[in-house]
């Protein structure tokens, strides 16, 4: 009997499996309560939409937010927790403008996405870690709000299939081979999830309990930031900063329109609109700035690779120098996140057991440095160039067929219109009211061209 009570193990300790259960409940509750919270937002979004075919689409995504909360509500339920019993979720402080609520709501599915990214590497159950990729690809394609709310019939067919998806169905067919199947109440791409089986805990973010989550950081929560702020203070490569080609090609059109439409308005007043001296001046300052452009996001993207590199090359170094100092900052980071500090010593303890996982964890939670991080430099270039040339020929066109003060009249409102309509459309990745961004970019040209063409007239007189 002695040695049966000596073999047993400590009442107080749980086993690794209690753990990791108690880990997956955590982990299930924070991801019920950041969809509904979703479901919150979309609700309020659509009874502020005037438009009907958008409010449809909001409503539409505000249901397939919550069947994403009915689905981590049945696994909740299989681990013995009812939803009914935790605190209703709250938005926090909600937007009263439409545009803020949408730029909101483009946020949060942008913060959900890499939620679900990070709690990829929490399990090594192959069919929780499906559920997970499919959550976060259907999280991330909603980030683009504004296109999803701009794109007609086909916005409404994706809402809709993804809702179907929701249900049990296929992207394509219903057989699970001609596309990723989409996720049902409670079930993964292969069936309902085992959930006697939690997985193998190996990282993630959960909450601590109904109050306190990583959005509401408490007394511990200030300690460990000052903890981390002294880890870091002796880590000062840590850099940021990501770019990609629609940036360049929008940046690219606004550059081409502004800088030859100012061109072409200055040499018209020093000139009295000199329709050839317009046209040449206006077109090589349009093959300049292309060049200038390309090669300019052609080196940036390069230099944030290289830079990228440096960043994973100095995090591996250390972790190689100093596994125990690395272990505790991925910790503390996991702290920050919600879990308990045992729980996050236990997280940290087992991703660094595996140096490339420990590298790519710590890439990602540390340097926010992802897979798909990196840009292409030639995409940049060619997108940054060929909108920079873009831009520059629209204020031209005119002087091809007419000249003098016929053609320069033309050329303003032509580039006046020009830049209304780049406005609107950078209103599809900002999610600006189209019409207020357009009328901030019409301002910006009219300046751009009474400015250009006074200092013209001026220079004509003391030049």
Not at 21 to 34: P, T
Not at 302 to 319: P, W
């Amino acid at each position: 009997m002695a040695d049966e009570v000596r073999g047993a193990p400590p009442a107080s300790k749980k086993t690794s499996a209690e753990r990791d259960g108690e880990l997956a409940k955590k982990a299930f509750i924070e991801n019920w309560r950041r969809e509904m919270e979703a479901v919150a937002l979309y609700d309020l979004a659509a009874q502020q939409e005037p438009d009907e075919r958008r409010r449809s689409v909001l409503r539409q995504l505000a249901e397939l937010e919550r069947r994403h909360a009915e689905l981590w509500a049945d696994k909740l339920a299989a681990l013995g927790v009812e939803v009914a019993a935790l605190p209703a979720p709250e938005p926090g402080r909600r937007p009263l403008q439409r545009d803020q609520l949408l730029e909101e709501i483009e946020r949060m599915e942008r913060s959900n996405a890499d939620w679900y990214r990070s709690l990829r590497h929490m399990f090594s159950d192959p069919d929780v870690v499906r559920v997970l990729e499919q959550l976060e690809a259907d999280e991330r394609a909603h980030g683009d709000l504004e296109q999803v709310l701009g794109g007609g019939d086909t916005a409404e067919r994706g809402s809709g299939a993804a809702a179907d998806g929701a249900r049990g169905g296929t992207a394509q067919g219903g057989d699970g081979r001609d596309g990723p199947a989409q996720l049902g109440h409670g079930q993964s791409s292969r069936g309902e999830m085992n959930h006697g089986q939690t997985g193998h805990a190996q990282t993630g973010h959960a909450q601590t309990g109904h109050g306190q989550t990583a959005r509401s950081p408490n007394a511990r929560g200030a300690g460990v930031m000052s903890r981390l702020s002294h880890i870091w203070g002796s880590e000062r490569w840590h850099n940021q900063g990501r770019g990609g080609w629609i940036g360049d090609a929008i940046y690219g059109v606004n550059d081409g329109l502004g800088a030859i439409f100012g061109i072409i308005a200055g040499v018209a007043g020093y000139t009295s609109v000199n329709s050839h001296d317009v046209l040449v001046s206006g077109f090589f300052g349009a093959l300049a700035s292309t060049l200038s452009m390309g090669a300019g996001a052609y080196l940036a993207a390069k230099s944030e690779n290289e830079v990228m590199e440096k960043e994973l090359a100095s995090e591996r170094s250390e972790i190689a120098e100093d596994p125990a100092h690395e272990e505790e900052e991925l910790a503390l980071l996991y702290q920050l996140k919600g879990f308990g500090e045992d729980e996050a010593r236990q997280i940290a303890a087992r991703i660094a057991q595996d140096p490339e996982q420990f590298l790519k964890t710590m890439a990602q939670e540390e340097l926010g440095i992802h897979d798909v991080s990196r840009s292409n430099p030639w995409t940049s270039a060619l997108f940054g160039s060929l909108s920079t040339f873009v831009g520059g020929i629209v204020p031209l066109v005119p002087f091809f067929f007419m000249g003098g003060t016929p053609a320069m009249v033309t050329a303003a409102i032509v580039s006046i219109l020009a830049h209304f309509v780049v406005g609107a459309l950078k209103s599809i990745v900002t999610v600006r009211s189209w019409w207020k961004s357009g009328l901030e970019m019409t301002l910006v040209g009219v300046i751009t061209g009474v400015v250009s063409y006074g200092l013209g007239l001026v220079g004509a007189k003391v030049l």
